[in-house]
């Protein structure tokens, strides 16, 4: 189990590439296989390196130059040395000298006086590249840049209301900037035709979000049924509840559509009712518990998305024992988010990212111990088996249109419930360059300083750019935080390869 949608694919571990350090050669690895496990059959060969195309040699390349590869991540293991070649998939052990130099290299130049032979075996084993850094990444994400532009995800906001009063709660933290709080069917019906009026990919994510978007069956059942008489009875319908809403009418709209169902809950009764509470100030521990029993007897396998804060950090691992007894299909260990007014506890006393960056790491083993995957792991794994790097750090930067209140357009659901990067439906142009959309066209890891020269930026899954903004006012650069969680997921993935571990979350077997 990977993931949502792929459900039984299960994931052969590869480690016919990994190879062992010459100790004493230096500069390089030497081509003898560590081997597989005993009962390991599948020798695959890792993914291969596709060098941008050219007539002739620019100078500005550096050409006839080397270059240490962009992509080549070095990680230690205890006492043993490994560059994980993220662009190929693949694990080479390395000697201390090679590691050393990637550690500052970011697809620099390779120092003179390398013997020939040394070059060569570099070349070979991928860790040295004839292009420079600018050029690797281009052929990596070059297929991403050539991608037709097409919607994929239309977020419908169905309303900032909510029976719930999280204060952590970033689509409602502006609710004075709001003129209307319930999204009506007419308005709902102007988003659904400016979504679909522009190419949309045939499987797109029609995602129903709030506030509690259960609150409002009758608006969801109305959108999917315009959605499939007019223009596509292909696209996938998606939910995040709190899961307190689980009577008739809600089980009936349940069956009706295969929603993607994820649920908010942040742990056990004692983490759960820090924030999670109803307007009487009431626990909703036992009914959002109930609310999950109520979807999987009618056949649901709901996420559970976990927000991490102050609240529950210390506890981490303990807390996601409790989700995982649950059989949830998959958890997600949402980070909090930056809003501008609320403490998220990421300045407080809780505040050590090494701290937090470890809690994750025991509770991505307690996912592998139970078989459930850790969704944001996930993306890295699907990257990581596929081939298919992800450019842009979320689905807003091109892909998505999110729907509000009042007909407010905009590229992020978080922003347009903020009153920012927004507009009425009426003046709706998604390339107009004055409008909210535009600055988001700029938003990849092609225009992020760290993310272009990041070894793991093929494999990375991105970030939120809300809190990118929130943070910094900007939207181009990554936080430190969500890199350091990043690297450390990358850490782990190697970790795994080389002990023979499945990467994957299902059961082998």
């Not at 929130?470 to 990043?486: A, I």
Request: hydrophobic share 40%; charged share 20%; net charge negative.
């Amino acid at each position: 189990m990977l993931a949502a949608g792929q459900e039984g694919r299960t994931m052969k571990l590869d480690i016919s590439h990994l190879l062992l350090a010459d100790p004493a050669a230096g500069w390089g690895c030497s081509a003898a296989g560590c081997g597989a496990p005993a009962d390991h059959e599948s020798h695959q060969q890792p993914a291969r390196y596709t060098p941008p195309a050219r007539a002739h040699a620019d100078p500005q390349d550096g050409a006839g130059m080397l270059h240490w590869n962009l992509f080549a991540y070095p990680v230690a293991i205890d006492s043993r040395r490994y560059a994980f070649l993220t662009d190929v998939r693949s694990v080479l052990a390395v000697d201390e000298a090679t590691f050393g130099a990637l550690q500052e290299a970011r697809g620099g130049p390779v120092p003179d006086g390398i013997p020939a032979d040394r070059a060569k075996r570099l070349l070979e084993l991928g860790l040295v590249r004839r292009e420079p850094a600018r050029r690797q990444f281009e052929a990596v994400f070059s297929h991403q840049k050539q991608a037709p532009q097409e919607n994929k995800l239309l977020h419908l906001i169905t309303s900032y209301t909510c029976n719930l009063t999280c204060s952590y709660c970033f689509m409602l933290a502006d609710l004075g900037k709001h003129g209307k709080k319930l999204l009506s069917f007419e308005d709902a019906k102007k988003g659904i035709d400016l979504y679909f009026q522009a190419p949309y990919a045939p499987d797109s994510v029609i995602h129903f979000y709030g506030g509690e978007p259960l609150l409002h069956p009758q608006l969801i059942d109305d959108s999917l049924t315009y959605i499939h008489q007019h223009y596509c009875d292909t696209a996938l319908p998606k939910i995040i509840t709190n899961g307190t809403l689980h009577g008739p009418r809600v089980l009936d709209l349940l069956r009706k559509y295969n929603f993607d169902l994820s649920v908010s809950m942040d742990g056990d009764r004692q983490a759960h009712d820090v924030f999670r509470v109803d307007h009487r100030g009431k626990s909703t521990f036992a009914k959002t518990v109930a609310g999950i029993r109520a979807f999987q007897e009618i056949g649901y396998e709901p996420k559970v998305l976990i927000t991490v804060g102050e609240h529950n950090i210390r506890r981490l691992p303990e807390v996601v024992s409790f989700v995982l007894g649950l059989r949830p299909h998959a958890i997600a260990l949402n980070f909090p988010r930056e809003l501008p007014e609320a403490d998220t506890g990421l300045d407080g006393e809780a505040a050590d990212a090494g701290f937090w960056v470890e809690q994750y790491e025991r509770c991505l083993e307690l996912c592998f111990e139970q078989h459930i995957p850790e969704l944001y792991f996930a993306d890295m794994l699907f990257a990581y088996l596929s081939g298919e790097p992800v450019l842009s750090p979320c689905a807003a930067c091109g892909s998505q249109v999110s729907v509000g209140p009042g007909a407010q357009v905009g590229p992020c659901q978080a922003f347009v419930a903020a009153g920012m990067f927004s507009q009425p439906a009426e003046q709706y142009e998604q390339q107009d360059p004055g409008g909210p959309f535009a600055p988001w066209r700029n938003v990849s890891k092609a225009t992020s300083q760290k993310c272009s020269s990041c070894p793991i930026s093929a494999i990375c899954g991105g970030d939120c750019s809300f809190d990118r903004y929130n943070r910094t006012g900007s939207l181009m650069e990554p936080l430190p935080f969500h890199c350091d969680l990043r690297l450390r997921m990358a850490d782990h993935l190697v970790r795994r390869l080389v002990a023979g571990q499945p990467a994957g979350f299902a059961a082998i077997g």
